[in-house]
């Protein structure tokens, strides 16, 4: 049963999280510098959670994060999407990819193709990304997005003690932006 859309970009497809790739999800979340802002270091047992805590999004609200596959390789190499769990501080287009595909332009890729989704068929508004102050790649993707710094921010518990940049636009603006 799909849960979710597959999307395609020239090296990239987007579709919801299966079983499959818990390896690679679990191998992210193992690393403590790739997982530094999204949520800290795990073990395989608590990165399966997460990785069903998104699959769960799909099933309860029709969106969740997408698992990013390379199409030249079929590697699991990282999750994008729409993101908003209870008491979240807006409807997020959030990343996270793994370290040995960083630099190549695929979380920008990625992200492009998740936010034209997220615009197209979920409607959103404004759309935000959290981003940890000290977190200066993905502030770099964020701005590559055509985003911008809107306000500061808190994650919900467990998470509320640390303040956060809200980078984010509006749909008008992101339309406007892919002509």
Sequence with gaps: MALGPT???ERLILRPPVAA?????????GDAEAARFIGGRMAR??????MATVTGSW?????????????A????????G????????????????????????YAVEAASAAMDWIVDHLGWNEVIHSIDPDNLPSKAVAARLGSRL???GHLPEPYQEKA???????????KARRG
């Design 7 to 9: 999307l395609e970009t």
């Design 21 to 29: 790739d818990l390896d690679g999800w679990a191998e992210l979340m």
């Design 45 to 50: 047992s608590p990165a399966w959670r997460t």
């Design 59 to 71: 099933a309860l609200h029709g969106f969740g994060m997408f698992s990013v596959v390379e199409k």
């Design 73 to 80: 390789g079929g590697r699991w190499i990282g999750r994008v």
């Design 82 to 105: 729409p993101w908003r769990p209870e008491a979240w501080p807006g409807a997020e287009l959030a990343w996270g990819l793994h370290p040995a595909f960083h630099g190549k332009g």
């Design 150 to 152: 809107l306000r500061m």
């Design 164 to 174: 956060l940049e809200l980078w984010g636009q509006s749909a008008a603006d992101w």
